[in-house]
């Protein structure tokens, strides 16, 4: 018996080695991994990426979306890979979470994973553009990252060369927010300095997969696929919801393709911050998840477009009044009869 006992040890030991084998694939299970294969032998698919539940949900229950029968999901690492047919298109539908590093996060699973052959996202988004209301769906022609800052010391102003600039990190080339100037003013009209100074906007760094590794890129603002945005003219002229019960809005919304939509970790609700990122970037759509997936489809040489229904203005309204909670089932609505109306569009092209 006592010779058995090392012979235990090496088939207990081997029994832990293949069942930490069976189980991870890197972060990702075999078993899942075998599964992922055979959804593969399916595609390509369509990417539809949206930000949560509340803008989800009226996208699955529409009948134009049929779970597949076998396996209608699969889930990887946090996040729902919904399989199945849109339009009768194949598509895989997943959320991202709320953020720029959670919808880059999903987006990159989703095309290191899958056989994805485009990504349409979709969702709302604050309103910086006076000429538009709520209710009215956008199609950005850029989409541009404006959370990635320099922020100057005190004293330091437009002449003054930013900190790492020479080492080819930083750039004063697309501009920069000066604090000082949402300041109140002196009797005598001047603007009165402060200590948090100017924030430099920057372009992030992209390793594109055709690259060579480790050699950066430089994107500040990110375009669309040139054939998504060509075929999305075409949506121009759809009927979209105005009302809500009996509360309506002042004007049929529409569907209007702008120049740019910009993304941040940040939640605009600052009637000032609103004004400047329209009037210095022409920004209409405001969010926290375009630009990231912009970004990630960049990187992975796929074809990209975002759809961005307007559903408030972004601190631009009342304080007393409650757009936002009123229409936001309006605008989710609305985002969606876009979508499915690209997607017809795009594959009857």
């Known amino acids: 018996m006592g010779h058995l006992q090392p012979l235990k ?21 075999h078993g ?8 593969n032998k399916e595609g390509p698919f369509l990417g539809i990426v949206v930000p949560n539940s509340f803008e989800m949900n009226p996208l699955l229950q529409t009948p134009s979306f049929v779970p597949n029968g076998t396996l209608p999901h699969l889930d990887i690492s946090g996040r729902r890979f919904r399989i199945g047919r849109l339009q009768n298109e194949k598509v895989i539908i997943v959320m991202t979470g709320l953020s720029m590093l959670n919808a880059g996060i999903t987006t990159e699973l989703l095309l290191t994973l899958f ?24 199609i950005p022609r850029y989409w541009a990252h404006t959370g990635l800052w320099n922020w100057q010391r005190f004293g330091d102003g437009p002449g003054t060369e930013l900190a790492f600039e020479s080492d080819g990190d930083y750039t004063r080339k697309i501009g920069y927010l000066n604090i000082s100037g949402f300041n109140n003013h002196t009797s005598g009209g001047e603007v009165d300095p402060n200590l948090l ?14 690259g060579v590794p480790e050699v950066r890129q430089h994107a500040f603002r990110v375009p669309i696929n040139r054939h998504y945005f060509a075929v999305s003219k075409k949506i121009k002229g759809l009927k979209l919801g105005q009302c809500v019960n009996s509360t309506c809005l002042p004007r049929a919304p529409m569907v209007v393709r702008v120049e740019r939509g910009v993304s941040a970790n940040v939640l605009v609700d600052n009637s000032a911050y609103r004004q400047f990122l329209y009037s210095k970037f022409n920004a209409t759509a405001i969010d926290m998840e375009s630009a990231s997936i912009a970004r990630v489809c960049r990187q992975h040489k ?31 609505q609305n985002a969606v009869d876009v979508l499915l109306r690209f997607i017809a569009l795009l594959f009857s092209s």
């Open 9 to 29: 040890e090496v088939v207990l030991l081997l029994a832990v080695v293949m069942g930490v084998m069976n189980r991870s694939f890197g972060a990702v299970p």
């Open 32 to 39: 899942s991994m075998r599964m992922v294969d055979g959804v």
């Open 115 to 138: 056989n994805v052959k485009g990504v349409v996202h979709y969702g709302i988004a604050g309103n910086a553009n006076p000429d538009l209301q709520i209710g009215d769906v956008t």
């Open 197 to 210: 100074n100017n924030v430099w906007y920057q372009p992030e760094e992209i390793f594109a997969v055709d």
């Open 302 to 332: 796929m074809p990209f477009i975002a759809i961005r229904s307007l559903s408030d203005l972004a601190g631009g309204g009342s304080s007393l009044s409650n757009e936002a909670s009123i229409f936001a089932s309006l605008a989710v």
